[in-house]
């Protein structure tokens, strides 16, 4: 990191600090102001910046829900010059409730790139869990579109669906869009590589859900299809040598009714006996991932054939 990314950082923090998170909405053009007389609006900087600034945000939100810790090792495979394959296992745990095994995920994935900036994804998740809602296994196919931001940053748009077994309730089928920031290089520090990505979730299909009017009265037995999550994660991965990388990263899952009709919402509340109905699962997640990388595929060059020796009998 250097020194300036360092400098501003403290500063920042200081500001912080005298201003208080009931004043962040005054804190934030501070910041800007700091960036601007620092000089150093670049790119990079600027997604170390937001990353960093993301965290102090919603700091706040640890003391209102529960939180997790995600734990993964994945195996990427180059299987030749545009296809890969990536295995993973994945283990969750509930730190808020005794670092609880909540559930272990394992997933198979290839994926192809038709050009550099367009990219195909199809894999499958098999998940074995302690809990019921966290058990089901899926299916999915992705698409990937991706292209630089100026010199520094590179911006990808995914739409990915999804097709869960009979044991997701909640949901049959899901589309999720997602939208990634990065740096296009490597920080020289630790060869570090900060991004920011959001997904939302559209929801289609589960069990229905009753829906009563003011009186208590049954009205309506719909599925709750709509965008009904989002997960913000800020990551940061560092390349420590040819084969291994870590991630470590910081998700902020929060459910929501977005632009959801009267008969298709969830957290219900049932008049009668004031229970919620389908109610918002709402947690932060500090993760960690060990990604091992191998070049299965290497490109043969041809070597100049060599010119035989006559020799004299």
């Known amino acids: 990191m250097k020194p300036n990314y360092l400098i501003l950082s403290l500063k ?19 910041v800007l102001k700091i960036v601007s007389k620092q000089k150093i609006i670049t790119g990079s900087s ?4 937001i990353s960093f600034w993301l965290l102090f945000f919603i700091n706040s939100a ?32 509930n730190i808020t409730n005794n670092y609880d095994n909540e559930f272990n995920q394992t997933s198979a994935r290839i994926d192809y790139d038709v050009t550099k900036q367009f990219s195909l994804a199809a894999g499958v998740t098999i998940n074995g869990s302690l809990l019921s809602d966290e058990g089901a296994s899926r299916i999915m196919a992705r698409t990937t579109y991706k292209f630089p931001v100026a010199d520094y940053l590179s ?3 995914s739409l990915q669906g999804e097709v869960h077994s009979s044991k997701e309730t909640r949901y049959r089928y ?6 990634r920031l990065g740096t296009k290089n490597r920080f020289k520090f630790l060869r570090l590589s900060p991004s920011v990505s959001y997904w939302l979730f559209y929801n289609i299909g589960g069990d229905k859900i009753q829906y009563f009017d ?17 997960r913000l994660f800020v990551n940061l991965n560092s390349k420590i040598n040819k084969y291994l990388s870590v991630s470590l990263y910081y998700m902020m899952q929060r459910e929501f009714n977005l632009f959801s009709s009267e008969f298709h919402k969830i957290n219900i509340i049932n008049p009668n006996d004031e229970l919620i109905i389908r109610p918002f699962n709402d947690y932060n997640v500090l993760g960690t991932t060990v990604s091992i990388d191998f070049d299965l595929y290497k490109k043969k060059k041809k070597k100049p054939k060599k010119e035989s020796k006559n020799r004299d009998n």
């Not at 912080?16 to 998170?21: A, L, P, S, T």
């Not at 600027?46 to 910046?49: E, H, K, N, R, S």
């Not at 049954?218 to 709509?226: K, L, M, N, R, S």
């Open 214 to 230: 003011k009186s208590g009265d049954p009205i309506a037995f719909e599925t709750p299809d709509g965008f009904h999550r989002g």
């Open 46 to 49: 600027m997604v170390f910046i």
């Open 62 to 93: 640890f003391s209102q829900t529960d939180l997790k810790n995600w734990n993964s090792i994945q195996l990427d495979l180059s299987l030749s010059k545009k296809t890969s394959l990536r295995l993973s296992h994945l283990r969750g745990y």
């Open 12 to 30: 920042s923090f200081r500001i912080f600090k005298r201003c208080g998170e009931n004043q962040i909405t005054t804190f934030y053009p501070i």
């Open 174 to 179: 899901r589309m999720i869009y997602i939208t």
């Open 155 to 157: 911006w990808s748009n």
